[in-house]
């Protein structure tokens, strides 16, 4: 059975950092695609990164290009989000998801097949 468990968040101000974890149990992180969304109140779910099978080619949503860094550590069967810079429309509930298939289309939520609980962002001005 695969879980996905993030930890990490927390609060920050505005232009400080934080770094979230994805710990995954149950199957070897290298067959997963592993994505990061985030959703704030009132709002859909919304794409922030993502990287490939193998810890391979990364995607970043523009609003957090060159702000978050995403990695990962198959020995830990773990993922990361570093995140820089922080605004506060980087607030919301951030949630780690794994897909094994290699044809998903990253960026697009239904795509995926297991996620985590959530953890909750909050950056102040």
């Known amino acids: 059975q695969v879980q996905l468990v993030e930890s990490g968040g927390g609060s920050a101000q505005a232009g400080g950092s934080l770094r979230l974890s994805c710990a995954v149990s149950?199957?070897?992180?290298?067959?997963?695609?592993m994505g990061w969304f985030r959703q704030a109140p009132g709002k859909e779910r919304e794409f922030v990164v993502a990287?490939?099978?193998?810890?391979?080619?990364?995607h970043y949503a523009d609003s957090v290009k060159g702000r978050f860094i995403i990695s990962g550590d198959n020995a830990k069967n773990a993922v990361y989000l570093q995140m820089n810079s922080l605004k506060p429309e980087d607030a919301a509930v951030y949630y780690c998801?794994?897909?094994?298939?290699?044809?998903?289309?990253?960026?697009?939520?239904?795509?995926?097949?297991?996620w985590g609980q959530g953890t909750q962002v909050t950056v102040s001005s």
């Open positions: 149950g199957r070897a992180l290298s067959s997963f695609a």
């Open positions: 998801a794994a897909v094994g298939r290699i044809s998903a289309r990253l960026g697009q939520a239904n795509e995926y097949d297991y």
């Open positions: 990287i490939s099978r193998g810890l391979g080619t990364t």
